[in-house]
C-alpha cells in the first residue's frame, strides 16, 4: 500500500477476507484501502462487521466515529 500499489492490495485483502472472513487484520486492512480509496460505504460496513465480532474493537470504533464525523453525521 505504500508503494502505491492500491489496487493489487485491494485484491489481495478481498481474497484475504473471503478466504477468512473472521480474520480480524484482513478485514481492518481492507477497510482502510476502501476508505483511501474514497469507498467510505464500503469502508464502514467492513468497520461494522469488525465489530459486530467484537463489539469493543476501538480501532473499528474510532474509524467509524472518523467517518461519520467526515459525513457530518454527528450530534
Given at each position: 500500500l505504500k508503494s502505491?500499489?492500491?489496487t493489487e492490495a485491494l485484491a489481495q485483502f478481498e481474497?484475504?477476507?473471503?478466504?477468512?472472513?473472521?480474520?480480524?487484520?484482513?478485514?481492518?486492512?481492507?477497510?482502510v484501502v476502501y476508505r483511501k480509496t474514497g469507498r467510505t460505504n464500503d469502508a464502514a460496513k467492513v468497520f461494522r462487521q469488525i465489530l459486530d465480532r467484537n463489539e469493543s474493537e476501538v480501532t473499528a470504533l474510532t474509524a467509524l466515529a472518523e467517518l461519520a464525523a467526515e459525513r457530518g453525521d454527528v450530534d
Open positions: 502505491g500499489a492500491v481474497q484475504a477476507v473471503a478466504a477468512d472472513a473472521m480474520n480480524p487484520y484482513a478485514s481492518h486492512n481492507l477497510a
